[in-house]
């Protein structure tokens, strides 16, 4: 009895050494361990492709290890990357040139990452080299990118079906460092292993979709992302100082919301069925919400979503909440001009609880 006691501690003290050596050896040969270690946030471009499309989508995401958040940043088509020149059009130039859709989007991530950090603040914030995945899927799910996208890592990355698809996740392409030479089969190896399984850590956390905006509001948009903490509707503000260290004093004291005024709202009906925009907006008032306007949505999305639209996904998460429906999904749209903070597009999944009728205008 002694000596199978005596050996099990051995066999467990053995793996816990195997353990520690592995994950040395992981921080030793990777650079993006070391900033998971250090508590430091990252950055990898992901551009997804599939057969009916021209072109992948591109899409940032920003990595806070600290806060244990993940910001899932698509970059929109008409983004522009000079005066005159947009994303699409950037990679209809790759095109004709002969570049295959990987070094175009490659070429289109790194030009991206350079306009954003070309902004005064922001080339101050340290996120160390920036990385890069191309992945090829069979297909991708309709709606707005940045929400599917998220959805689509919370299904695969999450739970049994994280550790069912592990050697499928580990056969997509790694993350590699995108302004910099190849690095070693070894170390592109480790840093897809290790880039799964932050996903696998993040899938069940704080996940907040977005969409990347133009011009001026780029600063103020990553400068709330970095100087963030996720926190319950109401909580009271926090002061930058303690939160992102390279604003310098620069950062207002408020960081995130929602603000002290109630939050403005208009409601949209993609729903096809008379009185939906009416009911909800009756719902907002009466938790609080100021709404300004009402009428029917242009499209007819999958599911609900709840647009921010000034950079503070905490009212659109608060919204969410007074609407009473959690399949709707916040995702943070910046509106240059705007006379609400909040834009509310009511698809079916969220029209059960409201007034069902038969489809008119509304």
Same mark, same amino acid.
């Given at each position: 009895?002694?000596?199978?006691?005596?050996?099990?501690?051995?066999?467990?003290?053995?793996?816990?050494?195997a353990?520690v050596l592995?994950?040395?050896?992981?921080?030793?040969?990777?650079a993006?361990?070391?900033?998971?270690?250090?508590?430091?946030?990252?950055?990898?471009?992901?551009?997804?492709?599939?057969?009916?499309?021209?072109?992948?989508?591109?899409?940032l995401y920003?990595?806070?290890?600290?806060?244990?958040?993940l910001?899932?940043?698509?970059?929109?088509?008409g983004?522009k990357?000079?005066?005159?020149?947009?994303?699409?059009?950037?990679?209809?130039k790759a095109?004709?040139?002969?570049?295959?859709?990987?070094?175009?989007?490659?070429?289109?991530?790194?030009?991206v990452?350079? =306009?954003i950090?070309?902004?005064?603040?922001?080339s101050?914030?340290?996120?160390?080299?920036?990385?890069?995945v191309?992945?090829?899927?069979?297909?991708?799910?309709?709606g707005?990118p940045a929400?599917?996208?998220?959805?689509?890592?919370?299904?695969?990355?999450?739970?049994?079906?994280?550790w069912?698809?592990?050697?499928?996740?580990?056969?997509?392409?790694?993350?590699?460092?995108?302004?910099?030479?190849?690095?070693?089969?070894?170390?592109?190896?480790?840093?897809?292993?290790?880039?799964?399984?932050?996903?696998?850590r993040?899938a069940?956390?704080?996940?907040?979709?977005?969409?990347?905006?133009e011009g001026?509001?780029?600063?103020?948009?990553?400068?709330r992302l970095?100087?963030?903490?996720?926190?319950?509707?109401g909580?009271?503000?926090?002061?930058?100082?303690f939160?992102?260290?390279? !604003?310098? #004093?620069? !950062?207002?004291?408020?960081?995130w919301?929602?603000q002290?005024?109630?939050?403005?709202?208009?409601?949209l009906?993609?729903? #096809?069925?008379?009185?939906?925009a009416?009911?909800?907006?009756?719902v907002?008032?009466?938790?609080?919400?100021?709404?300004?306007?009402?009428g029917?949505?242009?499209?007819?999305?999958?599911?609900?979503?709840?647009h921010? =639209?000034?950079?503070r996904?905490?009212n659109?998460?608060?919204v969410?909440?007074?609407l009473?429906?959690?399949?709707?999904?916040?995702?943070?749209i910046i509106?240059?001009r705007?006379?609400?903070?909040v834009?509310?597009?009511?698809?079916?999944?969220?029209?059960?609880p409201?007034?069902?009728?038969?489809?008119?205008?509304?």
């Open positions: 009895m002694d000596k199978t006691a005596t050996l099990t501690e051995r066999l467990l003290t053995g793996l816990v050494l353990a592995t994950v040395g050896y992981l921080e030793s040969r990777s993006l361990a070391g900033r998971v270690q250090a508590l430091q946030p990252f950055v990898v471009w992901t551009a997804l492709k599939t057969p009916d499309e021209e072109r992948p989508d591109l899409f920003l990595h806070q290890p600290a806060r244990e958040t910001d899932i940043i698509h970059i929109p088509d983004f990357l000079g005066p005159r020149e947009t994303l699409a059009a950037a990679f209809k095109a004709a040139a002969g570049a295959s859709p990987r070094e175009a989007a490659r070429e289109a991530c790194l030009r990452h350079e =306009r950090l070309s902004k005064r603040t922001l101050r914030v340290d996120l160390g080299a920036p990385r890069f191309y992945e090829e899927a069979r297909s991708f799910p309709v707005d929400v599917a996208m998220k959805r689509r890592l919370q299904r695969d990355y999450s739970g049994l079906a994280f069912k698809g592990f050697p499928r996740l580990l056969r997509r392409p790694g993350a590699e460092v995108l302004l910099s030479s190849g690095a070693g089969a070894d170390v592109a190896f480790l840093e897809r292993l290790l880039h799964v399984l932050e996903l696998h993040l069940g956390r704080t996940i907040r979709p977005a969409w990347l905006p001026p509001a780029i600063e103020p948009f990553f400068l970095l100087g963030t903490v996720p926190r319950p509707a909580a009271a503000p926090r002061s930058a100082r939160l992102f260290r390279p !604003c310098l #004093g620069r !950062c207002p004291q408020d960081v919301g929602p002290a005024r109630p939050v403005t709202v208009e409601v009906n993609a729903t #096809g069925m008379k009185g939906i009416r009911e909800a907006t009756k907002l008032r009466l938790k609080g919400a100021d709404v300004l306007s009402s029917n949505a242009e499209g007819a999305p999958p599911g609900t979503l709840v921010d =639209r000034t950079g996904i905490e659109a998460l608060l969410r909440d007074m009473g429906c959690q399949a709707a999904e916040a995702v943070t509106r240059e705007t006379i609400v903070d834009s509310v597009v009511v698809g079916e999944d969220c029209a059960g409201l007034d069902r009728r038969p489809p008119e205008s509304q």
